[in-house]
């Protein structure tokens, strides 16, 4: 949702943060290896039931996600090692921090309801999967949602600040990440259709589908093997090795078929010979 409706907005108010923190000397991956560590504080916190600190990691595991990406434009090495070394990381941050949550849920003997983290990161790995895989079959659709990583660790938070709220916050990312993760499958699909067929048959007058791709395919099969004749190869017109009789049959056929599909172009150009150019007579 944050990244949808206010990227725009977010990225005017972090570009100058972003330059400050350039101009000091901190990287962008400073910045990603950093949020690492404080998602694993977080996490630790979060397992031990210390919620209120892990409230404090995880804003400063969030700042560190925000502001890697405007650090790393203001410095210009923005690169494609970065980017998967960001997305990475995120996927890490992401199982450390619902793996602290599932580890405190252990320490409470809450039963099943140790699955539930389990859930929604499984959820969780299922965005991010749709959104890389479209992207790398050339696919804008698979962005946006209710769910995205900005609301769930906003969500997470607010989970932490009561733990009456932890359980109950749990469920609510796992319905909203699992509605994320059907509407991005459903505009990838719709996305992907492929094209209606062409009709069978052309309009009035015109030659039929079928002819004509017979005719090309026979054309395209006796030139690749004239090709191969031209090169020393004895070749069949599908490309296989032939023996010496079956190279000589294969000449005189495609040689025959040669000549067949030029009388089909000089009949279908309206071309004639000397006698009928001379005598004034038209095609038929």
């Given at each position: 949702?944050?990244?949808?409706?206010?990227?725009?907005?977010?990225?005017?108010?972090?570009?100058?943060v972003?330059?400050?923190?350039?101009?000091?000397?901190?990287?962008?991956?400073?910045l990603?290896?950093?949020?690492?560590v404080?998602?694993t504080?977080?996490?630790?916190?979060?397992?031990?039931g210390?919620?209120?600190?892990?409230?404090l990691?995880l804003?400063?595991?969030?700042?560190?996600d925000?502001?890697?990406?405007?650090?790393a434009k203001a410095?210009?090495?923005?690169?494609?090692?970065?980017?998967?070394?960001?997305s990475?990381?995120?996927?890490?941050?992401?199982?450390?921090?619902?793996?602290g949550?599932?580890?405190?849920?252990?320490?409470?003997?809450?039963?099943?309801?140790?699955?539930l983290?389990f859930?929604?990161?499984?959820?969780?790995?299922?965005i991010?999967y749709?959104?890389a895989?479209?992207?790398?079959?050339?696919?804008?659709?698979?962005?946006?949602?209710?769910?995205?990583?900005?609301?769930?660790m906003?969500?997470l938070?607010?989970?932490?600040?009561?733990?009456?709220l932890?359980v109950p916050?749990?469920w609510?990312?796992?319905?909203?990440?699992?509605l994320?993760?059907?509407?991005?499958?459903v505009r990838?699909?719709?996305?992907?259709?492929?094209?209606a067929?062409?009709p069978l048959r052309?309009?009035?007058?015109?030659?039929?589908?079928r002819?004509?791709?017979?005719?090309t395919?026979v054309?395209?099969?006796?030139?690749?093997?004239?090709?191969?004749?031209?090169?020393?190869?004895?070749?069949?017109?599908t490309?296989?090795p032939?023996?010496?009789w079956?190279?000589?049959?294969?000449?005189?056929l495609?040689?025959?078929?040669g000549r067949?599909l030029r009388?089909?172009?000089v009949?279908?150009?309206?071309r004639?010979?000397?006698?009928r150019r001379?005598?004034?007579?038209?095609?038929?």
């Amino acid at each position: 949702m944050f990244d949808g409706r206010w990227r725009g907005g977010v990225d005017r108010t972090t570009r100058p943060v972003g330059q400050a923190l350039q101009r000091v000397g901190i990287s962008a991956d400073v910045l990603t290896a950093t949020g690492l560590v404080s998602a694993t504080a977080t996490a630790v916190a979060a397992a031990t039931g210390h919620f209120h600190l892990a409230i404090l990691f995880l804003i400063l595991t969030g700042m560190h996600d925000l502001l890697d990406g405007p650090v790393a434009k203001a410095s210009g090495t923005a690169s494609i090692r970065g980017a998967f070394f960001d997305s990475v990381t995120d996927r890490v941050c992401d199982a450390l921090l619902l793996g602290g949550v599932a580890w405190y849920l252990v320490s409470q003997h809450r039963g099943h309801l140790v699955l539930l983290p389990f859930g929604v990161f499984a959820v969780t790995a299922l965005i991010s999967y749709e959104r890389a895989k479209a992207e790398a079959l050339g696919i804008d659709g698979a962005k946006g949602g209710l769910m995205e990583r900005a609301e769930r660790m906003i969500l997470l938070g607010v989970g932490f600040l009561a733990t009456m709220l932890l359980v109950p916050v749990l469920w609510v990312m796992l319905v909203l990440t699992s509605l994320t993760a059907i509407g991005r499958f459903v505009r990838v699909w719709r996305a992907a259709e492929a094209p209606a067929r062409a009709p069978l048959r052309v309009r009035m007058g015109a030659t039929p589908l079928r002819g004509r791709r017979r005719e090309t395919r026979v054309d395209s099969r006796w030139r690749a093997w004239r090709e191969g004749v031209a090169s020393g190869r004895s070749v069949s017109m599908t490309g296989q090795p032939l023996g010496r009789w079956r190279a000589r049959r294969q000449e005189t056929l495609a040689s025959r078929t040669g000549r067949t599909l030029r009388e089909r172009r000089v009949r279908a150009n309206g071309r004639v010979g000397p006698s009928r150019r001379s005598s004034g007579t038209r095609p038929d």
